[in-house]
């Protein structure tokens, strides 16, 4: 007999025998309670046709729907190792809520790490390592080239691009205030600059994304005139301009009109209660040049900021057209920020975020080889973005060529993220990836403000301590020598070998 049958027969049978046994003892109508609901259901199951283990399985399928709501948190609490969660494990997990509470972040006993496993990596220390004391303890990056007017004096460690509507207002809030007690810059994502991102008064990098949210016109295109009101504020210390992001590269965005408030709107100069697009492309401009020109503009309307770009890199040729603009212009950028196919976002289609950009190492080393290749890197500053949560992380991406990090993921745990999965569904348990106020109101500013701050001064200082290892004493002398990559049982070589660099043109003979 079917699971189906056996719900019906039973259901009959139990109807007929509790209205049979209620002739003598009333009381037992009492057990309708229960049984009522789960007949009612089991029945809804049989006639629904959208769920087939429903329907073949009444009642008693809907525990697969059940446990399958829960496998996030099961496999998180109860299954996964130390070193297998994804996308980050418990032992990064753990070190960023250590670092931003303030308490012990060492750990007994060894590795847990599989240290002969193809790929992995360590750093090369010296036998004569340095004193903490002759080692760069807050170590800094002057970013603005000759025609940049307003140079900034950046963090080695700052907050990647997040955007109010993305996360709450009391997680902005306290991102940027962590980052005015640190002395760190905070970028504010592509939704604009929002009271939240400014109330603090913490240094802010103004990303400027496709759908030109905060300086664009009614039909959506750049607004000279609102972008000029805003970057000469004293809290925006440099513009970024969103080309495309590691998580969905060459994907645009829609923000539903459930979600666009009449606070949101107004922040992004949009329509409130109706859907707004982010293209993946820009109208401003459509080529390496007009890239350029739309440069040279922002820094003209600026007063002279920093201007620099972010992207994932995807055909190389496409990057070589933009190093060969900037010796035809002579206009270059003073930062350029690369983001890995790794990197995160709050939603993005799984082919994207899974097989779409090069990963940040690659697209890091290419990048800076490219620069040095025509000659550009004395003039720019490159900016690594993509699972940056530890000093190693951190010296890694150094070695490999870049001047600064920036960090979402960790910085978003630092103020309390629990990797409940949940940032696309407006359910953030921990009030960080929701705009629901119930949610959010959980969050207390002060506190987490104080722990982002925490994570950035230890995460620096631990990478401090590594350079001091390694014999240096300043960030800038990392080099892709100092970090060593396995690849094979019984071979082990440095990053010098797996990214052999560019030689300048004129060196190359």
Known sequence: MKPREIFIFSSIFMVI????VAFFWRPILWSLVVLGPIIIIGIGDIVQKKQTIRNNFPVVGHFRYILEKFRPEIMQYFVETDTEGTPINRIFRSLIYQRAKNTTDTTPFGTKADVYRIGYECMAHSMYPKKLEETEHNPRVLIGGLACRQPYSASILNVS????????????????????????AHN????????????PGGDLIWQIGTGYFGCRTSNGEFCPDT??????????????????????????????ASKNTKEIAEIRHVEPFTDVFSPPYHTAFSDAKGLMDFIQLLRDLSGGKPIGFKLCIGDKTEFIDLCQAMQETKIKPDFITVDGGEGGTGAAPVEFSNSMGLPLR????????????????????IIASGKIFSSFHLARVLALGADLCNSARAMMMALGCIQALQCNTNTCPVGVATQNKSLMKGLDVGDKAVRVANFHKN?????????????????????????????????????SELYPETLPKEDEH
């Open 227 to 256: 972008f000029k009101k805003y970057a000469l504020l004293d809290n925006v210390k440099m513009i970024e301009i969103k080309l495309s992001q590691g998580a969905k590269p060459g994907h645009g965005g829609i923000l539903p």
């Open 17 to 20: 025998l509790v209205s049979s």
């Open 188 to 199: 504010t994502g592509e939704g604009g600059l929002s009271p939240y991102h400014l109330e």
């Open 459 to 495: 995460t620096v200082h631990s990478l401090v301590e590594l350079l001091a290892a390694a014999g240096l004493t300043r960030p800038e002398q990392l080099q892709r020598k100092h970090i060593l990559h396995r690849t094979g049982p019984n071979s082990m070589v440095p990053y």
């Open 161 to 184: 691009a997040m955007s109010f509507g993305a996360l709450s207002q009391n997680a902005i809030l306290a991102l940027n205030r962590g980052a005015k007690m640190g002395g760190f």
């Open 362 to 381: 690659d697209g890091l080393a290419f990048v800076c080889d490219s620069l040095n290749a025509y000659q550009l890197k004395k003039d720019i500053k």
